[in-house]
């Protein structure tokens, strides 16, 4: 315990450093355009095939060998649960935020006597757990070192009463006994002593880590109400604008100005509905999340964005939903794509691949879950280094080769295109017009992912462009050819399959 309070009082001193050097500098909204972010000086755009998320409160994880693969492959953020823990299942047994019970790393001691319901040792709410906050601090400066950007996302919904038994605040796992609630209505104020606690941790969590640059803060992951009998959407988002409340309120109290991000609850149902006009309305939201999903609703739309881990595409339903909101000005991140993560195969990298595509060249971030990458494989594996992780590498360099801080969507430049693509496209002060053109057919279509030729038809200002084509999947470019802008161009595309990229740059005059 010596040693570990010597290396915490060293912490602190490195902590005080980057924060004299970084406080006005942390992650914030990116001044020139609302939609992307600023972070030490430079844009960003959030890019990422993240972990599921247990860097810091999974013991064995080796982070040190997950944020260098992560580096290497130009992930801009990384995800980090800082307190839920989920259940194993027969689907997906092994993700990162389903720890062992006694590979649990928790903020709060567990000191007994007695035993939490996860058959290990009781908590003690009124002890921190020196360990828990050391890794956090560990974590967040190897992050920093390699310039990756963290979405600390501080509490969760906990969904079902199996992954209920496993929260240190249920009141039969902690000496306090705070926390006699259903699970239905764990993101809710009608228990003050638990919501007491919740603020407590949050000050504790800002208090702890507002000294780094290279944070911001999720809320609640995937707040959701409706259940007869418990918690309302509208408890939950009252709950979340008090957590919202607590944490502006304490990260003022340090001078350490950080971001939040989260979305308003969503609606339990026979077709859970999903709206987000309030998340952008919202002050309790710097940034506007969302997992794209079914009955997404903006602006009097719906939009249909891919089931629950389903091998399904929908690249309409999130290029349109992106454009959607594009107007409205908080960055949008799809800080959670699941249609099918758990197929780790290229049939399913291929379909996020294409969804990460889409919705950064529709004005959108995007964070894909990983699930090659677990305990023992932090880097992932051969197959997704050479496919995902790879792909989305390309992406991220990709992005930083284009002005899209001062982009703007551009959907009229492609005026035509071959059956079955779609194109999703930006463009920069009519001088850099790039198009993602991606084949759009399901998986269960007996022709998808055949050849695709044909011609495009391009309509760009007066002068003349130079116009190359770009593969995601290897990252390289093709010669250029000339085209001239002021009329209907029409360019032959070669033989390709699944997606490519057409950027039209115009020559100096």
Known sequence: MVGGRLWLGVLAVAVAAISAAHAQDAVKINPDNPKYLLFRGKPLALISASEHYGSVINRPFDYEKYLDDAKAHKMTVTRTFLFYRELQSARNPSSPCKPESPDFISPYMRTGPGKAMDGEPIYDLDKWNPEYFE????????????????????????????????????????????????????????????????????????????????????????????????????????????MARVMREEMKRLNKPHLLSGQQAFTYGGNNSFPMDATFESNNFDIANDHPLPNTQFDGKVFQMGNFMSKELTLEGVRDFCRATYARPKPVSLDEDNTASIYRDLTGWTIHRKRAWTALLSGCHYDYIDFSITVGSESGTEASRAAIRSWMQHLSEFMDSFDYVHSKLAPEWIVAAPQPLLASSLSVEGRDFVAYLADQREVTDPTAGESIGGEVTLMLPAGIYDLTLYSPVTGEYSPAIEVHGGEKSVVALPSFKQDIVLRATRRNQ
Request: aromatic share 10%; proline share 3%; glycine share 8%.
């Open 135 to 242: 890794r956090l601090h560990r974590f967040l400066d190897a992050a920093s070192k390699r310039g990756i950007v963290v979405e600390l996302t501080v509490l969760s919904n906990t969904y079902v009463g199996d992954i209920w038994e496993l929260n240190p605040l249920r009141a039969e796992n902690n000496l306090q006994h705070v926390g006699a609630v259903d699970w239905q209505d764990y993101i809710s104020l009608k228990n003050q002593e638990l919501v007491k606690r919740q603020s407590r941790y949050l000050r504790k969590i800002i208090e702890e880590t507002s000294g780094y640059d290279n944070v911001y803060y999720e809320i609640c992951n995937e707040p959701g109400g409706g259940f007869a009998g418990h918690a309302s959407p509208a408890d939950v988002d009252a709950w979340q604008s008090e």
